[in-house]
């Protein structure tokens, strides 16, 4: 693939309490002909996401529209799972009205830096407001996921959602600095609300490098095989760079990372990390959307694939 970076198309002007840094893992969903939704997270004060959107033009994805003037959801109640942030990962359409809203709760640690596990919003007009489904997450601790359930991304094929997420236990000490180590794992759900305990193990991390995947995006093409675009935590670098690979049934995936086309740059606002890639193809032409330095902190890039 080859790709040709829009630049940047969005970020804060910290002007909002609650949007003052960061637009971090950009989620496009197509509202109609026209306009894209990109949903995504930004900081407050503290440095706790909450979730937002910028709506942009389907012809010219670096053209903004619209722009949220208050988060989709607030940080969760003190105890929470979700109390010190949340990420929003995927969009999946249920019906005309019903879309469901997967993210990424932050909760802070003592004897661990964090926890991540998954929560469910659920929106009932369209994508324009979204209300939790549940207080505790969907995708919560078990006895072998204990640390991380998150970067879920879903979709709903026929009568069942597909989720492809990353979990794990351990941490791994980087420059002074401990760091979670996570891989890939599936599983089906009959209603996207009720999950098991344990995944199947989807892809795993490949050498001494790797401790980790960034949240992983999937397209079924149309002659019914499937594409992810993710990202890869490498030691060496100490942040993400984009991952690619492919699979015949969604479950065992063939990692092609050279295919993928899309690194960082020599300079500018990905000259260091590149990540959370997610693509979304309108008519004739294919966007990959993504965040640069520090988690996107200099806002969220568009770049459009050249056939």
């Known amino acids: 693939m080859k790709w040709h970076k829009l630049g940047v198309v969005w970020k804060p002007d910290g002007s909002l309490d609650w949007a003052r840094t960061h637009a971090m893992g950009p989620t496009p969903y197509q509202l109609n002909d026209d306009v894209i939704r990109v949903y995504l997270t930004c900081l407050d004060d503290k440095g706790r996401g909450r979730p937002g959107y910028v709506d942009v033009s389907s012809s010219d994805p670096t053209r903004v529209l619209k722009v949220a003037t208050t988060p989709l959801l607030d940080i969760g109640e003190p105890g929470t799972f979700d109390d010190n942030g949340l990420m929003?990962?995927?969009?999946?359409?249920?019906?005309?009205?019903?879309?469901?809203?997967?993210?990424?709760g932050f909760?802070?640690?003592?004897?661990?830096?964090?926890?991540?596990f998954t929560g469910?919003?659920?929106s009932h007009d369209g994508g324009e407001t979204f209300q939790r489904y549940s207080k505790v997450p969907i995708l919560d601790r078990s006895d072998s996921e204990r640390v991380i359930?998150?970067?879920?991304?879903?979709?709903?094929?026929?009568?069942?959602?597909?989720?492809?997420?990353v979990a794990g236990n351990d941490w791994t000490e980087l420059r002074g600095k401990l760091m979670p180590v996570y891989d890939l794992r599936y599983q089906e759900s009959a209603d996207g609300v009720t999950w098991s305990d344990r995944g199947i193990l989807s892809m795993a991390l490949t050498g001494d490098?790797?401790?980790g995947f960034g949240r992983p995006w999937i397209v079924k093409r149309d002659r019914g095989d499937y594409q992810m675009f993710y990202s890869i935590r490498r030691c060496s670098f100490a942040a993400y760079r984009l991952g690619y690979a492919e699979s015949s049934d969604g479950v065992q995936w063939v990692r092609?990372?050279?295919?993928?086309?899309?690194?960082v740059s020599p300079t500018g606002v990905d000259s260091e990390a590149i990540m959370y890639s997610a693509v979304l193809s309108v008519g004739a032409k294919t966007y990959c959307?993504?965040?640069?330095?520090?988690?996107?902190?200099?806002?969220?890039?568009?770049?459009?694939?050249i056939q």
């Open 88 to 104: 929003v990962l995927s969009l999946v359409p249920v019906d005309a009205r019903t879309v469901y809203m997967y993210y990424a």
């Open 149 to 165: 359930r998150g970067g879920s991304f879903v979709v709903k094929e026929g009568d069942v959602f597909k989720m492809w997420y």
């Open 107 to 116: 909760e802070l640690c003592v004897n661990v830096r964090y926890r991540i």
């Open 209 to 211: 490098d790797e401790h």
């Open 289 to 305: 959307f993504y965040n640069g330095n520090n988690f996107g902190e200099q806002g969220f890039c568009v770049a459009e694939l």
């Open 256 to 263: 092609q990372d050279e295919e993928m086309g899309l690194d």
């Open 120 to 122: 469910l919003a659920i």
